[in-house]
Nanobody, 116 residues
Framework: QVQLVESGGGLVQPGGSLRLSCAASGFTFSNYVMYWYRQAPGKERELVARITSNGISTTYLDSVKGRFTISRNNAKNTVYLQMNSLKFEDTAVYYC?????????WGQGTQVTVSS
């Protein structure tokens, strides 16, 4: 059974940092590309970052480039999202995602709120 469990969200002031983690199980983690998405209130879910199975290649949403870093530890079956210089508009529920066997698998999400 595929499981993705996010953690690390919270309330942070503008300019602050958070590190999200996503623990994966139920599949061979090291074989798959992993994704972070987010969904703000009243908006569609959007892709924030992507990392290849070996961790060598990453891509980012334009608005987070230079501020967010996606990484993974295949030995720990975990993908991370380091978020620095957070802005009000980064407020959202952040979801870990894996595309396996023709289907998307999602975690339960972790809330990130940027507020002064």
């Amino acid at each position: 059974q595929v499981q993705l469990v996010e953690s690390g969200g919270g309330l942070v002031q503008p300019g602050g940092s958070l590190r999200l983690s996503c623990a994966a199980s139920g599949f061979t983690f090291s074989n798959y590309v992993m994704y972070w998405y987010r969904q703000a209130p009243g908006k569609e879910r959007e892709l924030v970052a992507r990392i290849t199975s070996n961790g060598i290649s990453t891509t980012y949403l334009d608005s987070v480039k230079g501020r967010f870093t996606i990484s993974r530890n295949n030995a720990k079956n975990t993908v991370y999202l380091q978020m620095n210089s957070l802005k009000f508009e980064d407020t959202a529920v952040y979801y870990c995602n894996a595309y396996l066997y023709g289907s998307h698998y999602w975690g339960q999400g972790t809330q990130v709120t940027v507020s002064s």
